[in-house]
Nanobody
Framework: QLQLVESGGGLVQPGGSLRLSCAAS????????IGWFRQAPGKEREGVSC????????NYADSVKGRFTISRDNAKNTVYLQMNSLKAEDTAVYYC????????????????WGQGTQVTVSS
């Protein structure tokens, strides 16, 4: 049984936008800091963004600052990633999982990786 399910990915032109959703079906999301991660072809997974349980604190990788916004709606048990001004380098499979941040880097706190959602920025 999946606890977190990513959705909202797709094919978009450079400069376009997408909004990813991370929905919890088993645990109550409001208790956790939740982050977005991505893995591009030939690269390791990297932390993209992390938001605290209340939404009061957010962290972003330098590569997405000013373009991506993480948010959450605990009443809906969902975390979002608004992606604007998309670039070809943003092409990756995006995952969400509990997170923590150290020295500006976002890490997965716990949990196994799910299937993710594919984001493709054409160029």
């Amino acid at each position: 049984q999946l606890q977190l399910v990513e959705s909202g990915g797709g094919l978009v032109q450079p400069g376009g936008s997408l909004r990813l959703s991370c929905a919890a079906s088993v645990f109550t999301l409001r208790y956790y800091a939740i982050g977005w991660f991505r893995q591009a072809p030939g690269k390791e997974r990297e932390g993209v963004s992390c938001i605290s349980s209340t939404g009061s604190t957010t962290n972003y990788a330098d590569s997405v600052k000013g373009r991506f916004t993480i948010s959450r709606d605990n009443a809906k048990n969902t975390v979002y990633l608004q992606m604007n001004s998309l670039k070809a380098e943003d092409t990756a499979v995006y995952y969400c999982r509990p997170c923590h941040s150290e020295g500006g880097t976002v890490y997965k706190a716990f949990g196994s990786w799910g299937q993710g959602t594919q984001v493709t920025v054409s160029s």
